[in-house]
């Protein structure tokens, strides 16, 4: 389990880390949003014990990372794929690794094969795409076989496949009672991904929920309504006080109604209707409507829309 309390970290005058809390469960995977500058990668150094904090503690089975007496069985991590000597093959850096740590040779060939990365175990690491790179750093990070694992952007630089190939082994990885926290801007495929959330800007905590609940309280749920009348489909449904325009394809978008009082009010007005489904938000779309007011730096105007405040606090709630 990883727990952060009141974490604060300062930077001169800038406050990278501003009393940040949350909890990382086993058993799931945890998504760790925020726009560029929120302090993501920050936390996640503090955490690891890479940088101290100025206030409040970062604790991973109950202790601070610098308290372990065997880090590399407890925490695996992957912050930066590029941290590698170039000119070590893949197979002596794992090995460096197990020996620093004092873990059972066996060990490296056991990960190069999690990975897949068995047939270039003897390449040099320079040579490696970013993308295998990014495999190399999760084997390092699966070497003490650690209960908890933290991952930030793990799926940058891999095509397709292999983004599929880390979304797959990272929920398995959790679905085996590990501790899991990934940190990424995809949004697409954290949504795939993440069982939930913690959204953080400006270093400050947004929203810690599952990924279903902060989509609906962050975004719009809308009704998709077509039939051959739809102009005395459209009157009929304001008339109801249904909020309703067009959707872009030439079927109507209602909003903050049920789908089952639309069907009525078409039903009372003797109109047949073709299509009546509902459509969700996008962890995209909440996503923009809740960190609009957090980012740091925008380009071609304010960053937020009219809703985002309105949305915040329903998240925060």
Not at 125 to 150: C, V, W, Y
Not at 245 to 260: I, N
């Amino acid at each position: 389990m990883i727990e952060v309390r009141g974490l604060t970290r300062r930077y001169g005058a800038t406050l990278a880390v501003d009393d940040l809390s949350f909890t990382v469960e086993p058993g799931r995977v945890t998504g760790f949003l925020g726009p560029n500058g929120s302090g993501k990668s920050t936390t996640m150094r503090l955490v690891l014990g890479l940088d101290r904090p100025s206030a409040g503690l970062a604790l991973v089975d109950g202790v601070p990372y610098r308290e372990l007496a065997h880090p590399l069985r407890t925490v695996g991590a992957l912050l930066d794929a590029r941290w590698v000597h170039p000119n070590r093959t893949a197979r002596a850096h794992l090995r460096w690794l197990a020996r620093s740590n004092r873990l059972p040779p066996g060990r490296v060939d056991e990960v190069l094969d999690q990975v897949g990365l068995t047939a270039v175990a003897d390449r040099r690491a320079g040579a490696f795409s970013l993308g295998m790179a990014q495999r190399l750093g999760i084997a390092a990070a699966l070497l003490g076989d650690p209960e908890i694992l933290l991952f930030d952007e793990p799926v940058n630089g891999l095509d397709p496949e292999g983004i599929v190939w880390v979304r797959r082994f990272v929920r398995g990885l959790a679905a085996q009672g590990r501790c899991v926290l990934v940190s990424s801007h995809l949004l697409p495929e954290m949504a795939l991904t993440a069982d939930e959330l913690v959204v953080i800007g400006r270093g400050r905590l947004i929203a810690q929920s599952t990924t279903a609940e902060f989509v609906d309280s962050a975004s719009r749920t809308s009704v998709r309504v077509d039939g051959p009348r739809l102009d005395e489909l459209a009157a009929a449904l304001r008339r109801a006080g249904v909020e309703v325009g067009p959707s872009g394809d030439g079927a109507l978008t209602a909003t903050g109604t049920p789908m089952a009082r639309i069907g009525r009010v078409a039903a009372d007005a003797g109109l047949a209707l073709s299509e009546l489904s509902l459509h969700r938000g996008s962890l995209e779309e909440a996503f923009m409507r809740i960190t609009g007011h957090e980012v740091e730096y925008t380009a071609g105007g304010p960053a937020g829309g009219p809703d985002d405040s309105a949305a915040l606090t329903a998240a925060k709630g």
